[in-house]
């Protein structure tokens, strides 16, 4: 299927910085890809300048944030070409996220073929230095100007690309986590495995809080008994215990992500024992401190894999691997980035050809 294309002006075109100057989030390219939803059907899908909205204050996304997203990444392969990775499996999550959110679903092929051709009009903004990469962020948002309690009736969905340097300032580096004491992320029947603003909008608070003390990332805990560890604020977590690799089970308040998915997979393909059972922080803080815990990180797509060096529960930091960059996130992190980046085959078929 072809999309109408309407391209920007030679002079509209922004300047693109040198890859080494890129950071994350704040630069976008120059085209966007824009449909809209009414009457039950999405309409007019077309790749545009990138530009702003004129809103209706009443605008029902203002309001009660029925608004969803995803977050995936492009990168340049050595032959120049341009990948994705896993496009499908955002398709997928973004259709979860509208159902629970009650919002219309999206073919899938024309959310991988919309994001495919708007790439490949912004193509030149892909950068190539390691570490670098083109962020793409779909977005739906309720688009109805009324502000009565219901869902909205219509809706735009949008794309727009940014091309994006490390995550963290310190790369690979070990991080430090903060487990939140105050607030929780999700609760059962909630909306944590959605990927809808709202959760966002309520880790902010505490986050601030942890980066005021030092911790650039936080660690949350169930809702209900605060003890067992869920995830980071937009990365899911793990741990390496007694040589085994131990990540959160999915169970309603925790999000599906594609790169814990996918790093689950390399794992047990280089013979690793994987355990989705639940932590106790009180017992995991424990095995950090007699070192049966040798290895934690974050695992998500801005990022990738992100060790933690350090992490703060109830006044007192542990330091896990002597703050180093573990072996098992190490090789993973080298099998990952490597599949994505094209420099290692990649035999399971995750990356995605956009030209
Ligand atoms: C996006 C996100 C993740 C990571 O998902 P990926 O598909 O790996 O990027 C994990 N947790 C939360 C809360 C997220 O928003």
């Not at 990180?297 to 930091?317: C, L, M, N, Q, R």
């Given at each position: 299927?072809?999309?109408?294309?309407?391209?920007?002006?030679?002079?509209?075109?922004?300047?693109?910085?040198?890859?080494?100057?890129?950071?994350?989030?704040?630069?976008?390219?120059?085209?966007?890809?824009?449909?809209?939803?009414?009457?039950?059907?999405?309409?007019?899908?077309?790749?545009?300048?990138?530009?702003?909205?004129?809103?209706?204050?009443?605008?029902?996304?203002?309001?009660?944030?029925?608004?969803?997203?995803?977050?995936?990444?492009?990168?340049?392969?050595?032959?120049?070409?341009?990948?994705?990775?896993?496009?499908?499996?955002?398709?997928?999550?973004?259709?979860?996220?509208?159902?629970?959110?009650?919002?219309?679903?999206?073919?899938?092929?024309?959310?991988?073929?919309?994001?495919?051709?708007?790439?490949?009009?912004?193509?030149?903004?892909?950068?190539?230095?390691?570490?670098?990469?083109?962020?793409?962020?779909?977005?739906?948002?309720?688009?109805?100007?009324?502000?009565?309690?219901?869902?909205?009736?219509?809706?735009?969905?949008?794309?727009?690309?940014?091309?994006?340097?490390?995550?963290?300032?310190?790369?690979f580096n070990p991080t430090?986590a903060?487990?939140?004491?105050?607030?929780?992320?999700?609760?059962?029947?909630?909306?944590?495995?959605?990927?809808?603003?709202?959760?966002?909008?309520?880790?902010?608070?505490?986050?601030?809080?942890?980066?005021?003390?030092?911790?650039?990332?936080?660690?949350?805990?169930?809702?209900?008994?605060?003890?067992?560890?869920?995830?980071?604020?937009?990365?899911?977590i793990m741990f390496v215990i007694d040589g085994q690799l131990y990540?959160?089970?999915?169970?309603?308040?925790?999000?599906?992500?594609?790169?814990?998915?996918?790093v689950?997979?390399?794992a047990?393909?280089m013979?690793i024992?994987?355990?989705?059972?639940?932590?106790?922080?009180?017992?995991?803080?424990?095995k950090i401190?007699?070192s049966s815990c040798s290895e934690a990180f974050f695992v998500?797509?801005?990022?990738?894999i992100t060790p933690i060096g350090k992490i703060?529960?109830?006044?007192?930091?542990?330091e896990i691997n002597n703050n180093d960059v573990g072996e098992i996130a190490q090789k993973l992190y080298d099998e990952l980035?490597?599949?994505?980046?094209?420099?290692?085959?990649?035999?399971?078929?995750?990356?995605?050809?956009?030209?």
């Amino acid at each position: 299927m072809d999309i109408p294309i309407l391209l920007c002006k030679e002079e509209e075109k922004k300047q693109k910085p040198a890859d080494s100057e890129l950071t994350f989030g704040k630069l976008f390219t120059d085209h966007m890809f824009f449909m809209y939803y009414r009457d039950e059907k999405w309409q007019d899908p077309r790749i545009i300048p990138y530009q702003s909205f004129e809103m209706d204050p009443a605008c029902s996304v203002l309001h009660y944030s029925q608004e969803i997203f995803e977050g995936m990444k492009a990168f340049l392969h050595p032959d120049d070409s341009i990948h994705m990775f896993r496009p499908y499996e955002n398709a997928e999550r973004m259709n979860l996220s509208a159902e629970r959110m009650c919002m219309p679903k999206i073919n899938k092929d024309l959310f991988v073929n919309a994001i495919t051709q708007l790439i490949r009009v912004d193509k030149e903004w892909v950068p190539s230095l390691p570490g670098t990469s083109l962020y793409i962020r779909p977005t739906m948002i309720a688009s109805e100007t009324f502000i009565g309690l219901r869902p909205s009736n219509e809706f735009y969905f949008f794309v727009i690309l940014a091309p994006v340097g490390p995550f963290f300032k310190d790369g690979f580096n070990p991080t430090k986590a903060y487990v939140a004491a105050e607030s929780v992320r999700a609760a059962p029947g909630g909306t944590g495995e959605a990927k809808t603003g709202g959760n966002y909008a309520a880790t902010l608070c505490e986050t601030n809080k942890a980066r005021s003390l030092g911790y650039p990332m936080v660690i949350w805990l169930d809702s209900i008994e605060r003890r067992y560890v869920e995830e980071g604020s937009g990365m899911n977590i793990m741990f390496v215990i007694d040589g085994q690799l131990y990540t959160p089970p999915l169970g309603g308040t925790i999000l599906h992500g594609i790169t814990r998915k996918s790093v689950i997979e390399l794992a047990q393909k280089m013979g690793i024992i994987v355990k989705e059972e639940r932590l106790d922080i009180n017992t995991l803080i424990e095995k950090i401190s007699n070192s049966s815990c040798s290895e934690a990180f974050f695992v998500g797509t801005a990022a990738s894999i992100t060790p933690i060096g350090k992490i703060y529960f109830k006044g007192t930091e542990y330091e896990i691997n002597n703050n180093d960059v573990g072996e098992i996130a190490q090789k993973l992190y080298d099998e990952l980035v490597g599949i994505q980046t094209g420099k290692i085959q990649d035999t399971f078929n995750w990356t995605y050809k956009v030209v």
